[in-house]
Structure formats: C-alpha cells, structure tokens
C-alpha cells in the first residue's frame, strides 16, 4: 500500500518518540505542528533535487502583456511549477541573462513556443518514491522533534538522518535519470563540506 501524507507524519512522529495522529484534522498538539510543517517541507524537499518523479513539461504560449523594459517576450509559468530547470532544451544556469523570472513569469527575448522542463508540485503521494517518503519523514521529525519533545539533541540528530536519507534518495534518484541530471546536485553536495 502506498504511504500516504498522514503515513509519512506519522512515520515521522514515531521517529521522535510521539503517539501517532489518526487524522490530519485532528486536534492534537502533533497534529497541528505536523500540518503546519507538511506542505511547507514537501515543496522544500521536491525543489530540492530534479526528482524524476516530480519532472513535467511544458510548451507555453507568449502572452499578449509585454515586460516594460530588457526583454520583449513573457510566458506564464505552470501553476503547479515549484522550480524551472530547462528552457529549450537549455539547463536554465547556461541561459543566464538570456531570462528572468519574476512573479510567475518569464522574461525573455526567446520566441514561442517555449519549452520548458520543470520540478511539479506533486501532492499525491502514490506517486512518491518510497525513498523520498522517507527523506520526508526524517525532515519533518526533524522540524517536529524540538516543538513536541523540546529536545534539540533529538532535533540535530534528526537533520543528521535527513541528510543520510537525502543523499541516498537522491543517488538512488540519480541512478534511474540521465546524466545532466547530476550537475547541480554534485555542486550543492560540495557546498556542504
């Protein structure tokens, strides 16, 4: 059976030590921190890595408004879209000052129809990889553990499983996509040490 959002809250509950909710509307002090943080740290952790799982495209139409100034062209972002990572066929960090986002647009001289490759913001949970419930449910107890347990020990030793799982989900992720899909991803490791 596939988790669903109350499954990976409550999988993160348990790994800080807290009785489990039975619903998301419950009204329990777990319940109301858990659904506080869910939504904010699954487009967190989803942004985070081009998860394949999470990968959509998109072909979009030139809007009739145009920017004021710098570019002649606009395009509406997806309603769903957490993060642009191909524009073309062009990884967005190689088209550097060729766009701009701003508000839920882009800004460019680039013609229509433009294809854009994007991060979705995924809410059904069948359609998670069982590694990233996991990376979830290590973030979230992380987020939870200090608010329901006031222990920070357990709140630091919490991010230190979130960032196992994260590095593993995201090599098992990694493994099952294309090479161009480890750029970014072998630069933001680094950064960490």
């Keep these: 059976m596939a988790d669903t959002d109350l499954s990976i809250i409550n999988s993160a509950l348990a790994k800080i030590g807290v009785d489990f909710i039975g619903a998301r509307a ?9 659904n506080e943080q869910y939504d904010k740290k699954r487009k967190y952790l989803l942004r985070a890595h ?19 100034f710098e570019f002649d062209l606009e395009y509406q972002i997806p309603i769903n879209s957490l993060r642009i990572l191909k524009i073309d066929d062009e990884d967005v960090q ?11 647009k882009i800004l460019t001289n680039l013609a229509a ?39 920070a020990s ?14 593993e989900t995201r090599s098992y992720d990694a493994q099952e996509g294309s090479a161009d899909d480890l750029g970014a991803d072998i630069w933001l490791d680094a950064r960490k040490f």
Excluded: C, H
Aim: zero cysteines.
């Design 50 to 68: 081009p998860w394949n799982f999470a990968l959509d495209r998109s072909s979009l139409a030139a809007l009739v408004t145009t920017p004021v």
């Design 94 to 104: 190689a088209l550097r000052g060729k766009f701009k986002i701003e508000g839920r």
């Design 26 to 34: 419950d009204q329990s002090k777990a319940a109301i921190w858990a």
């Design 154 to 167: 357990l709140t630091t030793a919490m991010y230190k499983m979130y960032e196992l799982s994260l590095r």
């Design 113 to 151: 129809p433009l294809n854009i490759q994007f991060i979705s913001n995924i809410t059904d949970t069948t359609l998670f990889d069982a590694n990233f419930d996991e990376a979830l449910a290590f973030l979230l107890a992380a987020e939870l553990a200090y608010p329901l347990v006031q222990s």
